[in-house]
T-cell receptor
Framework: GQSLEQPSEVTAVEGAIVQINCTYQ??????LSWYQQHDGGAPTFLSY????GLEETGRFSSFLSRSDSYGYLLLQELQMKDSASYFC????????????FGKGTRLHILP | GAGVSQTPSNKVTEKGKYVELRCDPI?????LYWYRQSLGQGPEFLIYFQGTGAADDSGLPNDRFFAVRPEGSVSTLKIQRTERGDSAVYLCASSLSPLNTEAFFGQGTRLTVV
């Protein structure tokens, strides 16, 4: 089957750096995405990694190691508006064809 | 349209009734996904359409759930004989092509079965 593991909650201080980890077990792995969801809102796309390494987009970076079935999202210079849930998602492409989401990490930011 | 549109935004129905949830994807997006999200959980995959056909319906929980996309644009998720356990937010997402990495989500339909 397919499974993704990420911490349920993370707390950090405004202005700091936080890393949210994601490990996955899946067949037909195609790539790893990250989505942000504020309370009552829709998930919004943050980043995508298909190859090993670090992808940087402004304050957010995402990393993937295919050999370790592991990735992380790095948020720098945290702002209060970054308080949200963050989901890692795996694109599966073989006999199945879908995007599978993890259960999400609730990020709490303290002033 | 400018984004993915889902209607209705809220639906309250009685146990045993039939409901239809509509998704209008971004114009030109060929890939369309339906998810279900319960409070505090991640989106749970239901079904994926590429064009008019269901490329993967392995996430539909049982035969009470069915989805169509007859013209390759608007999709309707249909739930028969609703149960209280069906209560959740139903999310629709679309992407430009099957291998496009970014999926755009609608605001969802909150379904409450009483």
């Amino acid at each position: 089957g397919q499974s993704l593991e990420q911490p349920s909650e993370v707390t950090a201080v405004e202005g700091a750096i936080v890393q949210i980890n994601c490990t996955y077990q899946t067949s037909g792995f195609y790539g790893l995405s990250w989505y942000q969801q504020h309370d009552g809102g829709a998930p919004t796309f943050l980043s995508y990694n298909a190859l090993d390494g670090l992808e940087e987009t402004g304050r957010f970076s995402s990393f993937l190691s295919r050999s370790d079935s592991y990735g992380y999202l790095l948020l720098q210079e945290l702002q209060m508006k970054d308080s949200a849930s963050y989901f890692c998602a795996v694109r599966v492409l073989n006999r199945d064809d879908k995007i599978i989401f993890g259960k999400g990490t609730r990020l709490h930011i303290l002033p | 349209g400018a984004g993915v549109s889902q209607t209705p935004s809220n639906k309250v129905t009685e146990k045993g009734k039939y409901v239809e949830l509509r998704c209008d994807p971004i114009s030109g997006h060929t890939a369309l996904y339906w998810y279900r999200q319960s409070l505090g959980q991640g989106p749970e995959f239901l079904i994926y359409f590429q064009g008019t056909g269901a490329a993967d319906d392995s996430g539909l929980p049982n035969d009470r759930f069915f989805a169509v996309r007859p013209e390759g644009s608007v999709s309707t998720l249909k739930i028969q004989r609703t149960e209280r356990g069906d209560s959740a937010v139903y999310l629709c997402a679309s992407s430009l092509s099957p291998l496009n990495t970014e999926a755009f989500f609608g605001q969802g339909t909150r379904l409450t079965v009483v």
